[in-house]
């Protein structure tokens, strides 16, 4: 293999009270203006007025992304402790009430939601990208094709939305959930190479389907800003060590496609990967998989052992990554914390309201928590 890909991570983040853990529906002016002074050029608005993005530099190690996204995690967290406000960076919040967000009313946003409507206001969620690159000359849709398979396991890595306008969902992953109700936001369509893609985009905006400048929302997409595959279908990770892992992962399954010789997934292929998909969001990692060998059933663990064989790690970046993602399968999701600190607090006699606080303050803690070895 050659030189590693560079990548970069985008984090998604909701601005809450710090005394009650609520979303802020209409944060002043001012805390928007914290919130970029901290962030400087990683600052970026998104759909609601309580949400906002960063976006790190382009990274070559992990060790780079843990230092820039440790140190703004935390600067950005002592800004707003302030002014009484703080970070949550689960993909769902336990007891938002969405219909009482503002949604952002810049020209872009104004045009989504004018377009999407409830699917749009109901998108009150937090997700994690990574983008990869990918050399010039490379065909991303077969990077993209060659790696579809394994994107369920990374899902069921990351899973932190069991919690949906104060009901427990059953889901690990609701904001997958949500996230179908908008067009070109599920798997990507079964495109062979570039050419078919280029050729798919063109009918759709013929149609009048897609702008000259839209954007497909696939859960893994070429970009059209960055010469990169993006990877969409994550949850976003309170803990950093856990979003780091995920990156690692995805980039690591991107440098083993490069120079593979494929064309789209068999139709066999693309069912099985629909099939895990729905048993990620459902169940995380306890669910139970279609395996690559024989098409057999198998664990969360197992999957990612016949990932580890398919793809050996050859870096301390991935084996520092596939060893994280095992205590992750291990111990548990940022959903399965989250269940845990809720079932804890009403086992100590808190109501709902309470309980749903703990949720809160624990997915807050883990954001803060220490991010180990660099």
Same mark, same amino acid.
């Given at each position: 293999? *050659?030189?590693?890909?560079?990548?970069g991570?985008?984090?998604?983040?909701?601005?809450v +009270?710090?005394?009650?853990?609520?979303?802020?529906?209409?944060?002043?002016?001012?805390?928007?203006?914290?919130?970029?002074?901290?962030?400087?050029?990683?600052?970026?608005?998104?759909?609601?007025?309580?949400?906002?993005?960063? +976006?790190?530099?382009?990274?070559?190690?992990?060790?780079?992304?843990?230092?820039?996204?440790? #140190?703004?995690?935390?600067?950005?967290?002592?800004?707003?402790?302030?002014?009484?406000?703080?970070?949550y960076?689960?993909?769902?919040?336990?007891?938002?009430q %969405?219909?009482? $967000?503002?949604?952002?009313?810049?020209?872009?946003?104004?045009?989504?939601?004018?377009?999407?409507r409830?699917?749009?206001?109901r998108?009150?969620?937090?997700?994690?990208?990574?983008?990869? *690159?990918?050399?010039? *000359?490379?065909?991303?849709?077969?990077?993209?094709?060659?790696?579809?398979y394994?994107?369920?396991?990374?899902?069921?890595?990351?899973?932190?939305?069991?919690? %949906?306008?104060?009901?427990?969902?059953?889901?690990?992953?609701?904001?997958?959930?949500?996230c179908?109700?908008?067009p070109?936001?599920?798997?990507?369509?079964?495109?062979?190479?570039? !050419?078919?893609? #280029?050729?798919?985009?063109?009918?759709? $905006?013929?149609?009048?389907t897609?702008?000259?400048?839209?954007?497909?929302?696939?859960?893994?997409?070429?970009?059209r800003?960055f010469?990169?595959? #993006?990877?969409?279908?994550?949850?976003?990770?309170p803990?950093?060590?856990?979003?780091?892992?995920?990156?690692g992962?995805?980039?690591?399954?991107?440098?083993?496609?490069?120079?593979?010789?494929?064309?789209?997934?068999?139709?066999?292929?693309?069912?099985?990967?629909?099939?895990?998909? %729905?048993?990620?969001?459902?169940?995380?990692?306890l669910?139970?998989?279609?395996?690559?060998?024989?098409? $057999?059933?198998?664990?969360?663990?197992?999957?990612?052992?016949?990932?580890?064989?398919q793809?050996?790690?050859?870096?301390?970046?991935?084996?520092?990554?596939?060893?994280?993602?095992?205590?992750?399968?291990?111990?548990?999701?940022?959903?399965?914390?989250q269940?845990?600190?809720y079932?804890?607090?009403?086992?100590?006699?808190?109501?709902?309201?309470l309980?749903?606080?703990?949720?809160?303050?624990?997915?807050?803690?883990?954001?803060? !928590?220490?991010?180990?070895?660099?």
């Amino acid at each position: 293999m *050659g030189r590693p890909c560079t990548f970069g991570i985008e984090e998604e983040y909701l601005l809450v +009270a710090l005394d009650s853990g609520r979303v802020l529906s209409s944060p002043s002016a001012a805390l928007t203006r914290l919130c970029r002074k901290v962030l400087g050029a990683g600052f970026a608005e998104e759909m609601f007025r309580s949400q906002i993005e960063l +976006a790190s530099p382009v990274f070559e190690t992990l060790h780079q992304a843990r230092a820039f996204l440790n #140190e703004q995690r935390q600067r950005l967290s002592q800004a707003l402790a302030a002014e009484g406000a703080g970070l949550y960076c689960a993909a769902s919040h336990p007891s938002a009430q %969405w219909l009482r $967000q503002h949604p952002r009313t810049t020209p872009h946003f104004r045009q989504l939601f004018d377009d999407y409507r409830l699917v749009a206001r109901r998108s009150l969620l937090n997700g994690l990208h990574v983008h990869v *690159g990918v050399p010039p *000359g490379l065909d991303r849709m077969q990077v993209i094709n060659r790696v579809l398979y394994w994107l369920p396991l990374l899902l069921s890595l990351s899973t932190s939305s069991p919690y %949906w306008s104060g009901q427990d969902t059953g889901y690990m992953s609701y904001r997958r959930v949500v996230c179908g109700e908008w067009p070109h936001m599920g798997l990507p369509e079964p495109l062979p190479d570039w !050419s078919a893609y #280029e050729r798919y985009r063109a009918l759709l $905006q013929r149609s009048g389907t897609l702008a000259e400048d839209g954007d497909f929302w696939w859960a893994i997409r070429p970009s059209r800003r960055f010469p990169t595959v #993006e990877l969409r279908i994550c949850d976003s990770c309170p803990r950093l060590e856990d979003a780091l892992a995920i990156a690692g992962l995805f980039r690591h399954l991107v440098e083993h496609a490069l120079g593979r010789h494929a064309g789209a997934a068999s139709r066999e292929m693309r069912w099985i990967t629909q099939e895990n998909y %729905w048993r990620a969001m459902r169940h995380g990692r306890l669910a139970t998989f279609i395996g690559v060998h024989e098409q $057999q059933p198998v664990s969360a663990e197992v999957w990612l052992t016949q990932l580890q064989a398919q793809c050996p790690a050859d870096t301390a970046d991935a084996e520092r990554s596939f060893l994280h993602a095992r205590r992750i399968l291990r111990d548990g999701s940022s959903a399965d914390r989250q269940r845990q600190a809720y079932g804890l607090a009403r086992e100590q006699g808190l109501d709902e309201r309470l309980a749903k606080r703990s949720v809160v303050r624990q997915v807050m803690d883990d954001l803060l !928590s220490a991010t180990g070895p660099a």
